[in-house]
């Protein structure tokens, strides 16, 4: 029987899902039937948590009564600190919290049941409890002491204020609410198909998001954000910034930020969002000098590689003006698409066949009856 090959599985449908996709005709990241960059003018993350969760835009009362259920779960267990202490010199940040979500699950003792009602208790759990793991496993594994979770505040203010340890500004909250908006879901990039493939063996969401936590942190994956912000500070001015990107499309090198597996030839429209929320942030601070580099390498690119912004090119110096530090760029990243994880597993389960792939084998066959005595 002849097998079809496409390298990186490029173009092959890999499973039907409710939740979301990415029509490129349309040039729209459909969330449960409604634009993701219209919900990100409109709503807020909870709202689009409850939409994962439940396919419909929430109430005042539902929103309520989710902000409440994820209140409850902000707090984890105190050993959880011990391990990340226990962790050697130099962990790296996407290393802890891969650690802290693993260690969960020795907490749930319901840990068999697969059962629609219990993922979404655990999926409650993860995300109340995320803010805590992402920010306190940075800070203990950099010799900070641990922050404990304000219940006064909503959730995205409470997930900067454990982080940044102090309480946002009403523009900076709205913005930073805004960015986990953006990158809540994404149809089936490849921390998401880890995440389907590893439920789709019966295994719990604890293991299923451990899983696309390590698909997150490679390079070609995550931390496109913390490399696009390496770049700004190396260059210091908008000339600055010209030059180095000229030299490294010069020298062949990969600039991350850029390009995007799906929009080819246009940009990211998450990206066009945090491009606005960057010249906000610029005005309230009364500093514009990374907007305009920004712009000044948008441009180099596009002329000189017909190549677009994604998300993490505006949302490098977003977060970086909003005083959160570059090596938790990423976890955050991973804490805002729990939500879109956790969805996806349930829905996995929900519906599920276990991901068994076949290859083209192309090594050689031989047989032993050839081989001399």
């Known amino acids: 029987m002849e097998l079809n090959y496409s390298p990186g599985l490029d173009g092959i449908i890999a499973a039907e899902t409710k939740l979301s996709f990415l029509d490129t005709v349309e040039s729209q990241i459909v969330i449960r039937g409604y634009d993701l960059i219209e919900l990100s003018q409109r709503y ?71 059962s629609t009602e219990m993922n979404l208790t655990r999926a409650f759990r993860l995300l109340g409890g995320m803010p805590n793991i992402v920010a306190n496993s940075y800070r203990v594994l950099n010799g900070q002491d641990v ?14 204020y454990m982080i940044t340890g102090r309480k946002p500004t009403a523009l900076e909250e709205e913005i930073f609410d805004q960015s986990l908006v953006l990158y809540s879901e994404h149809e089936m990039p490849n921390s998401t198909f880890t995440a389907r493939v590893i439920a ?124 959160l530090p570059i090596e938790i760029y990423t976890p955050i990243f991973f804490g805002s698409r729990t939500i879109g994880l956790c969805a996806h597993v349930i829905e996995q389960h929900d519906n599920n066949r276990l991901f068994r792939p076949r290859v083209n084998y192309i090594g050689e066959r031989h047989n032993l009856e050839e081989l001399s005595v």
Do not use: W
């Open 200 to 323: 789709s063996t019966q295994s719990d969401l604890y293991g299923a998001l451990t899983g696309a936590v390590a698909s997150l942190k490679g390079n070609l994956h995550g931390g496109a954000n913390e490399a696009v912000m390496y770049m700004l500070l190396e260059a210091k001015t908008v000339e600055g910034f010209e030059n180095l990107l000229k030299n490294k499309l010069e020298n062949k090198e990969k600039i991350m930020g850029f390009g995007h597996r799906v929009y080819m030839k246009k940009m990211d429209p998450r990206a066009q969002i945090m491009k606005e929320a960057l010249h906000k942030l610029c005005l309230e601070q009364g500093d514009d000098s990374l907007y305009h580099m920004c712009e000044a390498g948008e441009k180099v690119m596009t002329q000189k590689k017909g190549l677009y912004p994604n998300l993490d090119y505006y949302a490098a110096p977003v977060y970086y003006m909003l005083g």
């Open 44 to 114: 807020s993350y909870l709202d689009i948590v409850y939409l994962l969760l439940h396919g419909e835009i929430p109430t005042t009362e539902q929103r309520v009564d989710l902000q409440d259920k994820l209140k409850s779960n902000y707090q984890v267990p105190q050993e959880i600190f011990q391990i990340f202490k226990l962790l050697p010199n130099g962990t790296h940040a996407m290393d802890g919290l891969r650690t802290g979500i693993s260690v969960l699950a020795g907490y749930d003792q319901y840990i068999n049941d697969r």
């Open 147 to 160: 922050v404990e979770p304000d219940s006064g505040l909503s959730y995205s203010a409470n997930f900067y």
